[in-house]
C-alpha cells in the first residue's frame, strides 16, 4: 500500500433488505409464528442502528409484501398491529438519529390507522438528512412498475408527454423510489436467493447472493405462508 492510501472498503450507499424467515424462524423453535414476528421487529431496530453507525445514506426495508394480504388474517392483524407499534416507538430513534422515513407501495390498501401513524412518522422526520429509512409497506415491484406506466399513460393521454419524452430517467422519477439512488446491495435475511418481487427495476445492478443450483430444491410460496402452498417445514 501507498503512503497515503487507505484500506478501508467503500461502503454501499444503498442498501435493500428483503425481512424473511420470522416465522420460519419461530416454528423451528416450536414458537407461535407472531413471536416470530415480534424478534423481527427487534432485528429492524437492530438493522437500522447498525446502518446508521455505519453511515449508510440509504437503508430499504421490505416489511410486507402486497402478496402477505394472502396470509391468515389473524396474522396480518398482528402484524399490521406490530407495525403500529414500531412506528410510534422508534419516532423518538429516528429523531435522535436525524433519520428521514419513508414508505413505498401500495399504501391505500393498509387499515387506516395504520397510515395515520405512518403519515404522522413520515411527516416528522421529514426534515432529517443523516439517513433515509424506507419502509415497503403493501410492496410489490410489479405493482409499482404498473403504476408507475399508468402515470406515464396519464400524461401522454394529456398531451404532455410523447414518445420520446419516455427515458429511463423519467421511468424512474415515477416509481415510489423517486429522487433515491438504486440499491447496491440487496440482502435478504432468511438465506432464500429469490428476488421476490421487490425493486425490479431498481435492482438492476445491484449485488446479490445468487445460488442458481438451489433452485430446483425451493419451494415457491408466494408471499403464502408454507402451510398454505403446501410447502414443507423447513428442517
Known sequence: M?????????????VAVIMDGNGRWARQRGLPRVEGHRMGVRAVREVVECARELGISYLTLYAFSLENWGRPE???????????????????????????????????SLPFA??????????????????????????AGRNEIVRAVRKIAAEAAAGTLGPQGVTEELFSERLDTAGMPDPDLVIRTSGEVRISNFLLWQSAYAEFLLALEEFSRRHRRFGLTDEQAGTPPAK
Do not use: C, W
Open 2 to 14: 501507498q503512503p497515503g492510501e487507505s484500506d478501508a472498503t467503500p461502503l454501499p450507499r444503498h
Open 74 to 108: 389473524p396474522e396480518v392483524r398482528t402484524l399490521m398491529a406490530l407495525l403500529q407499534e414500531f412506528l410510534a416507538s422508534e419516532l423518538p430513534l429516528m429523531r435522535k438519529h436525524r433519520i428521514r422515513l419513508r414508505a413505498i407501495g401500495d399504501l391505500a
Open 114 to 139: 395504520v397510515r395515520q401513524i405512518l403519515t404522522r412518522t413520515v411527516s416528522a422526520t421529514e426534515g432529517n438528512e443523516e439517513m433515509v429509512l424506507t419502509l415497503g409497506l403493501s410492496y
